[in-house]
């Protein structure tokens, strides 16, 4: 494809992007569906050029960057507490998923072979959380439900490469399942390593650099930094960047100033727009290249269709199956917790007026570990996955563009490989459209609702009071407060800026302004170090919703831009 057609074909999708992404939130629906559709539309055209794009520009250029996106606007508090779900639906259901279908498929292809045929399964096991939790959020659903949905799409896409990997290779030789067990811990274990390393690493540097636009710039190349030498190393690249981005939104809130954070929000949230809806688009473009394949390789597209619609049904029905029990898990575990949380607050209440236990050398730590705890059993008893929300879940397998990239990674031998491409794609549509465009209406009927305005609001209010309190008490009501030169501050700077902060205002009276000008800032600063800490140890202990958490950093993070402060 020439040039000028390749800058057009970019110009005009991104141009249709931003257009699907406007009408869609307007007219409530969803945008991937959106874009896919309108991408199968224009496939048809006359005239329109195939779109077959490499599979390795999805899978090392395209995925790693959107995961990464997604994994630092994680809070670790929730992935945490759900840590055994996530797991379970991202590991376990992609594997049953895997073989499940992979039967199936042998069963219909006899000559494909059962490594072959779990191959393909793995392609179309990992469902793409892009779509539900778009919708999700829209609709109000509960935070534990979308942070299990994005948990499960930042982990399951990594179980199912790594699985394909695994079972092309045994297509060459003899399968043996310790060595393939082996190699998918191996893959884990040293993707894991890394990206925590790359993660926890870049942020340390850039913290040090502190220019927005140059941490930001190396906040871009991160994910390619855990991705490239994990997948050297033969383990999960698509892991490894899971876990930087993991490192990366625990430990920047820490090391990042406010200014930093920002921009790269910003920045970050127009890249993952342009990622997460291009691919998609792009999905519906590569309909005609890959009928006309089929027909080139003298198969029927008939029995693509047929084929792949059968495998829409097994891959619903295992996933239900397999949501039933974690959730009736759930349910049962959820009585149990109500009585911990009541324990943990005793124990808390005894802790906080036993003068001994204050004074012990570890009773800081102690007490620290019983409010994580005693925050984690609340959140279990008052967060229950009810039957509606495992219904939510169940319904939410739509599959994706990494569906279609993994198919077309096949070896080009491959076994019927142009009609297992084509029957990749239509899973990947059919549960996209059918599953997504209906989990609205579901949704709807099981009237299932998150956390109202008010609520949170109240819950906000409450967070940023306890961090003014922390501030208040900590440095304008300290008697041995002190400047940096070891001098006192002044007590008209004290006062007015007691005024100011209880009323979150930034204007300085213009009278003995200079004579303030050296004082304010720097007061100011400690007062935002002290609700920082306070803020990072209500994030520690997971007292608060993350959504909470999320806004009263918003909050702060606006008022040192706005004070110049770190």
Do not use: C
């Amino acid at each position: 494809m020439d040039v000028e057609i390749l800058e057009l074909v970019a110009v005009v999708g991104v141009l249709v992007i931003v257009a699907a992404s406007y009408f869609a939130g307007k007219f409530g629906l969803a945008t991937p569906i959106v874009l896919v559709l309108l991408g199968v539309g224009l496939s048809v055209l006359p005239g329109m050029p195939h779109i077959e794009p490499d599979p390795e520009l999805i899978l090392a250029v395209v995925l790693p960057p959107l995961l990464y996106s997604a994994a630092v606007n994680m809070p670790v508090v929730d992935f945490r507490r759900d840590l055994r779900t996530i797991g379970a639906l991202s590991v376990l259901l992609v594997l049953v998923s895997a073989f499940g279908t992979g039967a199936l498929l042998w069963w219909i292809f006899p000559d494909l072979g059962f490594a072959a045929a779990v191959a393909v399964g793995a392609v179309i096991s990992p469902p793409d959380a892009v779509a539900a939790t778009s919708i999700g959020k829209r609709l109000g659903l509960p935070p534990r439900l979308l942070t299990i949905l994005e948990g499960e799409g930042l982990v399951n896409d990594a179980t199912a490469l790594v699985l394909l990997r695994t079972a092309v290779a045994a297509t060459a030789g003899a399968f043996s399942f310790w060595q393939a067990a082996g190699s998918f811990a191996y893959a884990v274990a040293i993707a894991v390593v890394i990206g925590l390393v790359v993660g926890l690493v870049a942020v340390r540097v850039r913290s040090r650099i502190a220019q927005p636009t140059l941490t930001t710039a190396i906040s871009f190349v991160v994910p390619f930094l855990a991705f490239l030498p994990a997948e050297a190393a033969g383990a999960s690249g698509v892991l490894a960047v899971v876990a930087a981005g993991l490192a990366t939104g625990a430990s920047g809130v820490r090391r990042l100033s406010a200014p930093d954070r920002n921009a790269e929000r910003i920045n970050w949230l127009t890249v993952q727009m342009l990622l997460e809806n291009g691919v998609f688009l792009l999905m519906g473009l590569q309909l005609r290249a890959l009928v006309v394949d089929v027909q080139g390789a003298g198969l029927s597209v008939a029995d693509s269709v047929w084929i792949g619609l059968a495998m829409v049904v097994a891959l619903v029905v295992i996933r239900a199956v397999f949501v039933a029990p974690v959730i009736l898990t759930a349910r049962r575990r959820r009585s149990g917790h109500e009585e911990k949380a009541r324990r943990f607050e005793e124990i808390l209440e005894q802790v906080s007026s036993d003068d001994r236990f204050q004074q012990h050398p570890r009773g800081a730590r102690i007490e620290r570990w019983l409010q994580r705890n005693h925050a984690d059993a609340r959140f279990y008893a008052g967060n229950g996955l009810g039957w509606r929300g495992g219904a939510v879940l169940a319904w939410s397998g739509m599959r994706g563009v990494v569906t279609l990239a993994a198919a077309q990674s096949l070896p080009l031998d491959f076994p019927y490989r142009s009609q297992l491409v084509l029957l990749a794609f239509v899973v990947a549509l059919v549960t996209l459209v059918a599953q997504g465009g209906t989990l609205p209406l579901l949704i709807r009927l099981l009237g299932i609702r998150g956390t109202d305005e008010e609520t949170a609001h109240r819950e906000l209010s409450l967070l940023l009071g306890e961090m003014r309190e922390a501030a208040t008490g900590q440095v304008l009501d300290n008697p041995d407060l002190r400047r940096r030169d070891g001098e006192h501050f002044d007590e008209e700077v004290l006062e007015r800026v007691r005024g100011l902060y209880a009323r979150r205002e930034e204007t300085i009276p213009h009278e003995n302004r200079d004579s303030l000008a050296a004082q304010i800032p720097e007061l100011n600063q400690i007062l935002l170090e002290v609700e920082q800490d306070a803020l990072n140890e209500a994030r520690s202990i997971g007292a608060y919703d993350s959504r909470t958490i999320a806004s009263a950093q918003r909050v702060l993070d606006a008022a040192a831009t706005r004070r110049g402060t770190r």
